[in-house]
């Protein structure tokens, strides 16, 4: 049974930081782990995805802020993020693109503010 599982949003002053994780269970030769996230109003965008040799990407608004790292024993992406700002607030989903999966979780939401 496929299970993405994601944990870690709740709510942050501006500035502070957050770390998510998205447990990945019975998904096979995973090839990719991704982060994005979607904002009220506004369409779902990239925050950073990692490949299985461990290339990475980050969206715009992540860069220099965000860490995108990969458990490979646990099938876990995390994305930890730093310094954030109100304008981070969304709902973030991870995403999973295995043999036998390609899909999303949840999502969990972020929310920055004083």
């Known amino acids: 049974q496929v299970q993405l599982v994601e944990s870690g949003g709740g709510l942050v002053q501006p500035g502070g930081s957050l770390r998510l994780s998205c447990a990945a269970s019975?998904?096979?030769?995973?090839?990719?782990m991704g982060w994005h996230r979607q904002a009220p109003g506004k369409e779902r965008e990239l925050v950073a995805r990692?490949?299985?040799?461990?290339?990475?990407l980050y969206g715009d608004s992540a860069k220099g802020r965000f860490i995108i790292s990969r458990d490979n024993a646990k099938n876990t992406p995390h994305l930890q993020m730093n310094s954030l700002k109100p304008d981070d607030t969304a709902v973030y989903y991870c995403n999973v693109v295995g043999s036998n999966f390609s899909g999303w979780g949840q999502g969990t939401q972020v929310t920055v503010s004083s």
């Open positions: 019975g998904i096979i030769n995973i090839a990719y």
């Open positions: 990692i490949l299985a040799g461990g290339s990475v």
